[in-house]
């Protein structure tokens, strides 16, 4: 049992990144929303029984580090799982140890999302008993990741990705710090360069420290003491781009893209994919949007616009950076030349106002499902006509409610496929009566 609870060996040499954790929550960077006097984790650690939560972030943000300092606060043992290289098998045999001790620990599960719902609920039983804290950690939405019994047992906590500030405030405190920094090494950063660096980072506080450690390493062997833009970027093998993922320039260039395509300048739209792949945006991120593009921007103009955007979405998943550039670019072009309506767009977001204006309107009986003999007897979806099986396909009966029956959402327009979709809506209206 000694073996289990035992801390990791500080004799070993640790990565920059390591050493350089927070001991307190005082020297935590970011989380402002979690952190300080009110705030939530603050008030969770000064309660007695603290309760089984889990974070969901974003790499680098601070996860593993203030589980860390959970356990110094609580005095509880320690243990650390990955879920990446730990099988549930160990923890079952852990877990099975605790209860026979009758002792509590904490129990941090780095990547919990990847154990299977089914393999989730050996933990259930152990925060049931109170036997563990568990801890969790996850880059994905535990909504979708973790199963509802365990989620009703855990109090998720959201880490936001650091900023450039909080990056900044890091790296420099590593540059000064003699004794677990690189205070020592005697090296002069420029401003530029740090700043650059925070750029490079996006957010993930890790990805600095270990930039800086290789520079540090790399400026050793070549007794260089002034670490400038130049320097780093040949370091790195690369121009770093003036882009922030996560702030302002980040959605500025979607911005643009989105508007460029939306006023069919294929050009624009083309150069602000390449600066956004060239600043090392996620691929599927931009697919994301240009499939929202497709239905809100395209829409019913050219309804095959959507089917591409999917497709060149999932081709992103599939094959990757960089070879997917031209599999955008190729959507890039072909939604910016194809026609636009908006027509899907406003009748969604008119049908949404209508719904909070009645929300709860009586279905009429004649459409109103009836799976029993009762219901049916009763009256639903009595005298319902099923129009394919009629000469014509479109047969008047009502299908709204009654305080709505002249409701229009829809109004087409001549453009594209949509002129088809228009002259049929026409005349489907006209022997619907509505018209």
């Not at 098998?89 to 129990?107: D, G, H, Q």
Request: proline letters at 5%; one cysteine or more.
């Amino acid at each position: 049992m000694s073996m289990l609870f035992s801390r990791e060996d500080d004799s070993l040499i640790k990565p920059l990144a390591e050493r350089m954790r927070p001991s307190s929550l005082e020297e935590v960077a970011g989380q402002s929303h979690l952190l300080g006097p009110g705030k939530l984790l603050t008030e969770l650690l000064s309660r007695k029984n603290f309760p089984s939560i889990v974070f969901w972030g974003p790499p680098g943000s601070g996860k593993t580090t203030l589980a860390n300092l959970i356990a110094d606060y609580t005095s509880l043992p320690f243990i650390r799982f990955s879920a990446v290289i730990s099988g549930i098998p160990e923890i079952k045999k852990l877990l099975k140890e605790v209860s026979e001790r009758n002792t509590r620990l904490i129990l941090f599960v780095d990547e919990i999302h990847r154990f299977n719902k089914l393999q989730q609920d050996a933990f259930l039983p152990y925060i049931e008993r109170g036997h563990i804290i568990l801890i969790g950690a996850t880059t994905e939405n535990p909504s979708f990741e973790l199963n509802n019994a365990l989620l009703s047992r855990l109090k998720i906590l959201v880490l936001h990705a650091l900023n450039e500030d909080d990056i900044g405030n890091i790296v420099k405190r590593a540059l000064a710090d003699k004794e677990k920094g690189l205070g020592k090494e005697n090296l002069q950063w420029s401003q530029t360069a740090i700043n650059l660096l925070c750029v490079y980072s996006s957010g993930d506080a890790r990805v600095a420290l270990n930039v800086l450690e290789t520079v540090a390493m790399t400026a050793k062997k070549e007794q260089c003491t002034l670490i400038d833009e130049e320097y780093l970027q040949n370091i790195l093998q690369k121009r770093i781009p003036r882009y922030d993922k996560k702030g302002e320039h980040h959605y500025d260039y979607i911005s643009a893209l989105h508007k460029s395509l939306r006023g069919s300048d294929v050009d624009a739209g083309l150069y602000y994919l390449a600066c956004m792949l060239h600043a090392g945006e996620d691929p599927i991120y931009i697919a994301r949007r240009l499939v929202r593009f497709a239905s809100e921007d395209v829409g019913l103009a050219d309804p095959f616009a959507l089917v591409l955007a999917m497709n060149v979405f999932q081709s992103c998943q599939v094959i990757g950076v960089p070879e997917c550039d031209c599999i955008l670019a190729e959507l890039v072009i072909y939604l910016g030349l194809a026609p636009k309506s908006i027509s899907s767009y406003q009748a969604i977001n008119e049908a949404k106002a209508w719904v909070d204006k009645h929300p709860f309107e009586e279905v009429p009986m004649v459409i109103r499902n009836a799976p029993t003999r009762w219901m049916k007897e009763y009256g639903y979806g009595k005298d319902y006509v099923y129009p394919p099986s009629q000469d014509d396909e479109v047969y008047q009966q009502d299908y709204l409610p009654e305080r709505l029956r002249n409701l229009r959402l829809y109004h087409p327009v001549a453009r594209g496929k949509e002129a088809y979709f228009k002259e049929r809506w026409e005349k489907i209206q006209k022997k619907l009566g509505k018209l």
